[in-house]
């Protein structure tokens, strides 16, 4: 997943606008990637997931985009609303290593200015 | 369905102190996991159990216990707690899954403990 640091990344858009969040990743045997997301005093809510074998994978509002060359994974949501204002993290999972195979990221600390 | 409960969600100890922490899954997931979170860090996993009378070390294990004795509790102890083990614990669940879709964490709301 990411390199730990000190300082969680900050991405600020405007309401309305599209944003990207993004997330290198370690392992290229990962096999799922999910995205969460976590609001100021809340466990991380799931938002969406991705195969290792695809690209690209839509939901509602949110894109996954996987690009395995690089090894990066992006997140973007579109139309950004007040309530999208959290810290969104990826995680990556090794199915083959059984339970112990959930990897997070640090997390990208988004704010919506109104 | 409550899904991931915690309790307590507010704890402060004093250093030497102990306390559990438990997690309560109506789920039915065989998977169930105990992490700490940091300022500025990503989840840590301390403990996990891939079933009842199961469990196994994590990333940050040191200072911890689990025990699983039923299918949808997992309780974290703290024997002796000290201001290092001040965090935000969060336990989680899934089912087990194989290569198919399902490997979703489900992740409770968290458990805020301050150690003096």
């Known amino acids: 997943g990411e390199s730990v640091g000190l300082h969680l990344p900050t991405l600020s858009v405007q309401e309305g606008d599209n944003s990207i969040i993004n997330c290198a990743y370690s392992?290229?045997?990962?096999?799922?990637f999910i995205w969460y997301k976590q609001e100021s005093g809340k466990g991380p809510q799931f938002i969406i997931d991705?195969?290792?074998?695809?690209d690209k994978r839509q939901g509602q509002r949110v894109t996954v985009l996987l690009n395995k060359t690089v090894k990066h994974l992006s997140l973007q949501i579109a139309a950004t609303q007040p309530g999208d204002s959290a810290v969104y993290f990826c995680?990556?999972?090794?199915?083959?290593?059984?339970?112990?195979?959930?990897?997070f990221g640090t997390g990208t600390r988004l704010t919506v200015i109104p | 369905n409550a899904g991931v409960t915690q309790t307590p969600k507010f704890r402060v100890l004093k250093t030497g102190q102990s306390m559990t922490l438990l997690c309560a899954q109506d789920?039915?997931?065989?998977?169930m996991y105990w992490y700490r979170q940091d300022p500025g860090m990503g989840l840590r996993l301390i403990h996990y159990?891939?079933?009842?009378?199961?469990?196994a070390k994590g990333e940050v294990p040191d200072g911890y216990n689990v025990s699983r004795l039923k299918k949808q509790n997992f309780l974290l102890g703290l024997e002796s707690a000290a201001p290092s083990q001040t965090s935000v614990y969060f336990c989680?669940?899934?089912?087990?899954?194989?290569?198919?879709?399902?490997?979703?964490?489900?992740f409770g709301e968290g458990s805020w403990l301050t150690v003096v």
């Open positions: 989680a669940s899934r089912s087990w899954s194989g290569k198919s879709s399902g490997n979703t964490i489900y």
């Open positions: 392992n290229s045997a990962s096999d799922y």
């Open positions: 159990s891939v079933g009842e009378g199961t469990t």
């Open positions: 991705i195969r290792s074998n695809m």
């Open positions: 789920m039915n997931h065989e998977y």
């Open positions: 995680a990556e999972i090794l199915l083959q290593t059984g339970a112990n195979n959930l990897f």
